[in-house]
């Protein structure tokens, strides 16, 4: 009798495709689906596109693993449906975890004007996804950003700023680089499940993706 697979369902960043997992390769205990980012609704809030995406999630009890945003997204789709596992790459668990700019972003409003910005500059926006750190293959990492919509971007920003989460859940793990600008490690809690990477930026799921393949499956499996 064949065994049943483990659904792990991932979770581009804001503006990135499902490409960025492109090199995530597990064993066959595994059935990896990669999730891309809906058009949200006028007015949609971010509990609500959790549940709409949740709609795409086929199997019951799966792993969630979410990247940047993403990460944020998939704590909030875990709200909504039973996991076995939620996994945050690069991301926060808590608005606490934000950086001083963002939480002056909420109070200010500053970040409304920040989209018009990237999308004229293609180079912006994925030095802002991905970090400074990528900027001499910055034309390589463009490949990975197919979400340039300005309501989706706009929408996008604004969740993140706006994130309302401010008590940490214990049962998130938390994989994160100690070179990360976006998401300084200085402002991450690293006390319960957290797997700090060395010299990895805020695009570790792809220049780390051999650290994944490695340790996902032990980190699923509790091994």
Known sequence: MQKDKIPLY????MAASPRIFEYIKLPDDF????????????????????????QRIE???????????????????AKHISCRKVIIVSSVKS???FTLSMKLAKKTGAHKLLPTQWIESLESLALYVFGPSIQPKVA???????ERDPAYLDWSIDQ???????????????IHGD????FPIKNIDTSNQFFQLKKATHAMILTHHKWFNENLPSIILNT
């Open 140 to 146: 390589a990492y463009q490949t990975y950003l197919s």
């Open 179 to 182: 070179k990360d600008v976006v």
């Open 160 to 174: 993140i700023v706006h994130w309302n989460q401010t008590v940490t859940n214990p049962d998130v793990i938390h």
């Open 10 to 13: 991932l979770m581009p960043g």
């Open 31 to 54: 059935e990896l689906i990669k999730l891309s980012w809906m058009s949200p609704t006028k007015g949609e809030s971010l509990s609500g596109y959790a549940k709409r995406m949740c």
């Open 59 to 77: 199997h019951k009890n799966p792993v969630l693993l979410g990247v940047s945003f993403g990460g944020i997204l998939v704590q909030e789709m």
């Open 95 to 97: 608005n606490a975890e």
